[in-house]
């Protein structure tokens, strides 16, 4: 267990606010091929997320709305679709966004999304409350727990807490991200939240300092191409990840590779969609957005991709709620985070991790 000295100093720059939030090269899209021309793009995350959301919830779209063509535009991730639509703020080429929460809170402020309302989009009025986010013009369309990711053959008895990781037994095989990734601000909410004192700033520090004391028994800073892959080959044998691409990654390699959502609980991550102000196919976009967020889609997020659902509708198994963490006692255990607040703070917190050393070279 780390030792926590009893006090610190306050840090410059990083106010109550910004630390409570904690505790608890863009690519060119110019123009859409000729046949789009009475389409909808939607643009979101490439990688894992496009194959699965193109092949599994767009294609049921398709066959459901033949008369709609849809396209996917992959962005490498939220940050880079805000850089997208302030850059073609009054003709842009995508329809529909998929953005974090704390980045779609940004592109609402700055008018680039239009508010969507249960008034002219009905469905809204079926999603859970969580789903409903203040100062964001979209709802949530899914979401997605940070979970324990650990190598079978290395690892016999599955992780049940994540004060676990700081076991001694586990030696130097921890895989990490760091800053800015968020799966390392959200490990950084879990240390404070596991080690704090409850009050913000104290709770941060002696969050800092738990994770200063992990750090010699990490084997792979920032893995490449990614935790789920070094863990899988056995490169590190435990490290935190996002539960949907950690379930992928155990449907790929089953026999290697394992994931599970602490019992204590787990932050996370609120992906939103988003119709685009100005949008070009404005009303089939409507259409597309309600139904991602209606019964069949959500079930689809659920079954095909591991993402919590957020319309209570889905006709869902117990065994899916618990692989996705989407039971009611899991849901009341989420550890709630401002991610408005923390990716304000990202680069300070980033160097408040390489202060103490926390880096990868």
């Given amino acids: 267990m780390p030792h926590l000295p009893d006090s610190f100093p306050n840090r410059p720059g990083l106010t109550r606010r910004q630390i409570g939030g904690l505790c608890l090269g863009l690519p060119a899209l110019t123009a859409r091929p000729a046949q789009a021309a ?16 193109d092949s599994i919830v767009l294609a049921a779209f398709r066959k459901a709305h ?28 995508a329809d529909v966004v998929l953005l974090e929460a704390g980045v779609a809170t940004a592109a609402t402020a700055e008018n680039l999304l239009e508010p969507l309302q249960p008034a002219t989009m009905p469905v809204i009025d079926d999603l859970s409350d969580r789903a409903k986010l203040p100062n964001v013009a979209g709802p949530a369309v899914f979401f997605d727990s940070l979970a324990m990711c650990y190598n079978t053959a290395d690892i016999k008895q599955p992780p049940k807490f994540w004060r676990n990781l700081w076991d001694p037994t586990y030696g130097r095989r921890i895989a990490l991200p760091t800053p800015p990734d968020a799966i390392a601000l959200a490990m950084t909410a879990v240390a404070g939240k596991l080690f704090g004192g409850g009050e913000p700033l104290r709770s941060l520090e002696l969050g800092l300092v738990a ?11 920032d893995p490449v191409p990614d935790v789920y892959t070094a863990v899988a080959l056995g490169d590190a044998s ?29 932050p996370v991550m609120v992906m939103t969609v988003n119709l685009v102000k100005n949008a070009q196919q ?24 591991f993402y919590a659902p957020v319309n209570p509708k889905a006709d869902l198994s117990a065994a899916t709620l618990v692989r996705v963490g989407a039971t009611p006692g ?12 923390v990716d304000a703070i990202r680069d300070q917190i ?8 926390l880096k990868g070279h």
């Fill in 38 to 53: 009475r389409g909808i793009t939607i643009a979101g995350i490439d990688g894992w997320f496009q194959t699965a959301f």
């Fill in 66 to 93: 033949p008369e709609i063509p849809v396209f996917y535009y992959p962005v490498g991730n939220p940050f880079q679709t805000l850089a997208l639509l302030r850059s073609q703020r009054q003709y842009p080429t």
């Fill in 211 to 221: 994770l200063a004391q992990l750090a010699p028994q990490v084997v792979l800073w």
């Fill in 238 to 266: 435990i490290g935190p990840g996002w539960n949907a691409r950690a379930q992928n990654q155990m449907s790929l390699t089953p026999g290697r590779f394992a994931a599970t959502i602490p019992e204590g609980g787990s």
């Fill in 282 to 305: 404005a009303t089939p976009a409507r259409t597309l957005i309600s139904w991602l967020l209606g019964p069949e889609a959500q079930r689809l997020l659920a079954e095909g991709m």
């Fill in 330 to 341: 899991m849901v009341a255990k989420r550890m709630d985070m401002d991610w408005v607040v």
């Fill in 350 to 357: 980033t160097r408040e991790w390489r202060r103490r050393n």
